[in-house]
């Protein structure tokens, strides 16, 4: 079974807990662990699509990871916003656990189907949105996703599900992440990132022949999504 759970938000030496922002945190880890045990089997794969650490440097983020590495499953991971104790897969790979593996701008073969991976970047129709700071760097993220899911695509006759932190899109409309996806064959996106009240519409969707579906750990009640097979080619290939 393929399963996907973003925003862990684990404390990573730093000593912040999520409680601050609301009753609804405390206790998330125990929450987590618990529900993942639960539902997850160790022949599984389970998908994390960032800011996994509050953590800054590597070695802060190491308990955090061996959390992560010690549940069901195997792991992969690609980088949030939040995630500042790593910076590109080579340094990830270094201190992860085994049965943890970084994937970021890059794809893999996992059999059934091909996994491609990237960050994304707040879209113009956020209300944070800033074009001097953030044009540049979304405009990165478009380039890093496509090549991501250019690297899937030719992985002949697979499958492919993608994995990005930031939401592909803020109001469930076209953009140019998600017109990437459509364009490349991609079948399922998870994503994260949004926390607090968000649309209903945000969370299980369908745009442009893609299923999009949130995985942030507040908006699941911090149990891993279940990934349903989805579109051509995908029927079983997740069951």
Known sequence: ??????????????????????????????????????????????????????????????????????????????????????????????????????????????????????????LPSSEHYSADRDDPILRREFGRLKTAVESASGMTGKPLVAMMHFAPTEDGGPSEFTRILSDGGVSVCVFGHLHGTV??????????????IMCSADQTGFTPVRVPAWGSGMEGVLT
């Open 1 to 122: 079974m393929l399963w996907a759970l973003s925003d862990l938000h684990l404390p990573g030496g730093t000593g912040k807990t999520m409680d601050r922002f609301g009753e609804g945190w405390t206790g998330h880890a125990e929450r987590i662990e618990a529900s993942w045990r639960g539902c997850v089997g160790d022949g599984d794969i389970v998908l994390v699509p960032g800011d996994i650490s509050w953590a800054t440097r590597p070695a802060d983020a190491a308990d955090d990871l061996a959390f992560l590495g010690s549940l069901p499953g195997t792991k992969y991971i690609t980088r949030g916003n939040h995630d500042y104790w790593w910076k590109s897969r080579t340094q990830a790979a270094a201190i992860l656990p085994e049965g943890v593996h970084a994937l970021l701008d890059s794809a893999v073969d996992l059999g059934s189907f091909a996994l491609c991976a990237a960050r994304g970047w707040t």
């Open 199 to 212: 649309s209903p519409g945000l969370s299980d969707f369908i745009l442009e022949g893609v299923r999009f």
